[in-house]
């Protein structure tokens, strides 16, 4: 069938352009870093306190504080710092990611990402973005859209929250790991029942949380089979085109 575009009243168009990205970032390696050919690599992401322009913040908690104060890790811990007054875009840090893992011994199945508050919405979003790039993630007193969760369902997940978070309430944790559940996922909760929002100093204070990010690897997971075309009975009639499905509204 020919849809006629003369006399239309609306214009067809493309745009195809180049949209730079700029992060600052912190990076720390392992002390024996040239010993191996390549390194797990943690990504974490920081709370919205930690915003730009002051690089020097994003030391404040986390990761990036344990190695101020001389803690080694054995992964490559790369904490970007996300500019003032926006929050955390899943297409940056993916180009981030593959930067760094041009310029450094990156082990590609032993991407995990991790992060707090505004970092822990961060984190469900980018493993929402990008479900086949990381082997494991930790998100701690985030959210994220339940909806989401059947597209990383194979992306094992430990979350944390504080059950008197009077910031990001718990129930924001609670639905996402519910909605893994619902979605055969490999997810666990830790709530600390007398913590308020500041549930990560804990969490990264405690070596059993980085044993168990280092214990998994990327799964790969196959794309489903297309279904192939209905053979056309009478060329004359065209197939109908199906409705769009109208997707759920998500989180500003």
Known sequence: ??????????????????????????????????????????????????????????????????VEEGKEFPFILLSPQCPNEQWWQPTELVALLDDISEKYKVDQDRIYVTGISMGGFGTWSLVHYAPSRFAAIAPICGGGVPYWAKSFSHVPAWVFHGAKDNVIPVQFSQDMVTALEKANGDVRLT??????????????????????????????????????????????????????????????
């Open 1 to 66: 069938m020919a849809y006629a575009v003369q006399n239309s009243r609306q214009q067809s168009g493309r745009l195809e352009t180049t949209v730079p990205v700029t992060l600052d970032y912190l990076l720390a390696l392992p002390k024996d870093y040239d010993t191996q050919e390549k390194w797990p690599l943690v990504l974490f992401l920081h709370g919205a306190g930690e915003r730009g322009p002051e690089l020097e913040k994003v030391k404040v908690h986390g990761p990036p504080k344990l």
């Open 191 to 252: 709530i600390y029942p007398e913590a308020n929002h500041d549930s990560w100093t804990e969490t990264y204070n405690n070596d059993k949380l980085y044993e168990w990010l280092l214990s998994h690897k990327r799964r790969v997971v196959n794309p489903p089979k297309e279904t192939p075309p209905a053979p056309v009975v009478n060329e004359k009639v065209p197939a109908p085109i199906p409705a769009p499905t109208a997707a759920p509204e998500t989180a500003q």
